[in-house]
Nanobody, 127 residues
Framework: QVQLVESGGGMVQAGGSLRLSCAVS????????MGWFRQAPGEEREFVAV????????YYRDSVKGRFTISRDNAKNTAFLQMNSLKPEDTAVYYC????????????????????WGQGTQVTVSS
């Protein structure tokens, strides 16, 4: 049973930075693509970024390209989301998720493609 635990959320002013971490336990971390999603109040949970199982490829939603960086450390069973130049519209609960890989280039962007979810961490960006 894979378990995910996020950390690193908090409150920051616009233009600031936060780094989210997602610690994974229970199964072979390198067998999973790792994604980050977010959900603002009254909104659907939306895709933010995904990194393939090897860490070689990453993909982002358009609104965070150039500001957010997803990465992973397979030796430490941890995924990261570095968020720079934060904007008030980035305010949301951020969730990490793991998807059993369908190949080395597997980079799912839909919620249903993910097998396990963390509990979420709040990110609040003030103007």
């Amino acid at each position: 049973q894979v378990q995910l635990v996020e950390s690193g959320g908090g409150m920051v002013q616009a233009g600031g930075s936060l780094r989210l971490s997602c610690a994974v336990s229970g199964r072979t971390f390198s067998n999973y693509a790792m994604g980050w999603f977010r959900q603002a109040p009254g909104e659907e949970r939306e895709f933010v970024a995904v990194v393939t199982s090897s860490g070689r490829n990453a993909y982002y939603r358009d609104s965070v390209k150039g500001r957010f960086t997803i990465s992973r450390d397979n030796a430490k069973n941890t995924a990261f989301l570095q968020m720079n130049s934060l904007k008030p519209e980035d305010t949301a609960v951020y969730y990490c998720a793991a998807a059993r890989t369908g190949g080395i280039d597997f980079s799912p962007r839909a919620r249903y493609e993910y097998d396990v979810w963390g509990q979420g961490t709040q990110v609040t960006v003030s103007s």
